[in-house]
């Protein structure tokens, strides 16, 4: 992530065009979004190079063979699908990093990053900063919803039943190396998950008291103390609605436009400086919901000023 592209990887693009785990809405539609939003002119511009893997294969559930193990575990929806998808994802983020390229996973409902973390852990112990306005921390047995996007970092540390599914926990990534930023929208049950747990959660009020800057300064030494690098994952609807409808699940009271740069822009200086960051997804963009593709733009902007891409 050096400004300049001096010491930065090729950036491999692997879109992830999955909506299973946010109960099928139009969030599959977000990896040609961003690509059409201008990803790859913005990476250009941040001085970074990059390639294009193309987008997974993600088969439509009506395809899937109506002999094959249940669709669901408990209250989980698709999860057999997201396994199927996930497992691939892993594979093709852990070879991405062996090939010495950097992975940027676009979503796709949040759940993607079960892969692209799994991939990630696969080699190396793995820290974690989680942009969100949610916790995505419930298991079947919390979740009010049974959507998997809201139990997807529940699934990489191995909570509940994900404990015994292995394509889903990532032992890896240890809790305590785990950072939530900008948390404003906790389920009743989750919250006590939230709070009982070893991650650091800095919700929006910590924004609103220290500011951006010195809460991410303190998310990236959490993420980064006793690991071998980072995970960064980016749901949009972190965004105040305002800077970014397209969001299936949107939440008033999010960072704003430059708060949202800022954020990167201070996890790319840390980069430069000691190479921390593995891997990234950027998720939850849905175009059926989204203005004239302004959050898929906004998202091929940040993924950029993350990678380095600055003003002057
Ligand atoms: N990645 C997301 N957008 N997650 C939203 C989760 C919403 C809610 N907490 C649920 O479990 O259903
Ligand atoms: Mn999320
Ligand atoms: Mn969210």
Same mark, same amino acid.
């Given at each position: 992530?050096?400004?300049?592209?001096? /010491?930065?990887?090729?950036?491999?693009?692997?879109?992830?065009?999955?909506?299973?785990?946010? $109960?099928?809405?139009?969030? +599959?539609?977000?990896?040609?979004?961003?690509?059409?939003?201008?990803?790859?002119?913005?990476?250009?511009?941040?001085?970074?190079?990059?390639?294009?893997?193309?987008?997974?294969?993600?088969?439509?559930?009506?395809?899937?063979?109506?002999?094959?193990?249940?669709?669901?575990?408990? $209250?989980?929806?698709?999860?057999?699908?997201?396994?199927?998808?996930?497992?691939?994802?892993? =594979?093709?983020?852990?070879?991405?990093?062996?090939?010495?390229?950097?992975?940027?996973?676009?979503?796709?409902?949040?759940?993607?990053?079960?892969?692209?973390?799994?991939?990630?852990?696969?080699?190396?112990?793995?820290?974690?900063?989680?942009?969100?306005?949610?916790?995505?921390?419930?298991?079947?047995?919390?979740?009010?919803?049974?959507?998997?996007?809201?139990?997807?970092?529940?699934?990489?540390?191995?909570?509940?039943?994900?404990?015994?599914?292995?394509?889903?926990?990532?032992?890896?990534?240890?809790?305590?190396?785990?950072?939530?930023?900008?948390?404003?929208?906790? =389920?009743?049950?989750?919250?006590?998950?939230?709070?009982?747990?070893?991650?650091?959660?800095?919700?929006?009020?910590?924004? +609103?008291?220290?500011?951006? /800057?010195?809460?991410?300064?303190?998310?990236?030494?959490?993420?980064?103390?006793? /690991? =071998?690098?980072?995970?960064?994952?980016?749901?949009?609807?972190?965004?105040?609605?305002?800077?970014?409808?397209?969001?299936?699940?949107?939440?008033?009271?999010?960072?704003?436009?430059?708060?949202?740069?800022?954020?990167?822009? /201070?996890?790319?200086?840390?980069?430069?400086? =000691?190479?921390?960051?593995?891997?990234?997804?950027?998720?939850?963009? $849905?175009?059926?919901?989204?203005?004239?593709?302004?959050?898929?733009?906004?998202?091929?902007?940040?993924?950029?000023?993350?990678?380095?891409?600055?003003?002057?």
């Amino acid at each position: 992530m050096a400004s300049n592209g001096e /010491t930065m990887a090729t950036v491999r693009i692997i879109g992830t065009p999955m909506d299973y785990g946010a $109960n099928r809405r139009g969030v +599959d539609m977000g990896p040609s979004a961003i690509r059409y939003g201008g990803l790859a002119d913005e990476l250009e511009r941040a001085g970074v190079e990059s390639v294009d893997a193309g987008d997974l294969f993600v088969p439509r559930a009506e395809e899937r063979d109506p002999d094959a193990t249940p669709p669901s575990e408990g $209250n989980a929806k698709f999860l057999r699908e997201i396994e199927d998808v996930c497992s691939r994802l892993a =594979d093709e983020v852990a070879g991405t990093i062996d090939d010495g390229l950097f992975p940027l996973v676009l979503g796709g409902d949040h759940s993607v990053a079960i892969g692209s973390m799994n991939g990630s852990a696969r080699d190396a112990t793995l820290g974690a900063i989680w942009f969100d306005a949610h916790a995505d921390l419930n298991t079947p047995r919390t979740s009010p919803s049974g959507n998997v996007h809201g139990m997807a970092l529940a699934a990489v540390l191995g909570r509940g039943v994900f404990g015994d599914f292995e394509w889903a926990h990532a032992p890896a990534v240890r809790e305590s190396s785990v950072a939530y930023v900008g948390l404003r929208s906790i =389920d009743d049950r989750e919250r006590a998950l939230v709070r009982d747990s070893e991650m650091t959660a800095f919700t929006m009020s910590d924004i +609103d008291e220290r500011g951006i /800057t010195a809460v991410v300064e303190d998310a990236l030494e959490v993420a980064t103390t006793g /690991t =071998d690098g980072i995970h960064v994952s980016l749901d949009l609807d972190w965004l105040d609605p305002n800077a970014a409808p397209g969001v299936g699940t949107p939440v008033r009271g999010g960072v704003t436009y430059r708060e949202a740069h800022s954020a990167l822009e /201070t996890v790319s200086k840390r980069h430069d400086r =000691d190479n921390v960051v593995r891997s990234m997804d950027v998720v939850e963009v $849905n175009p059926i919901l989204d203005e004239a593709n302004e959050t898929a733009g906004l998202a091929a902007e940040l993924a950029s000023s993350a990678f380095g891409k600055r003003i002057l």
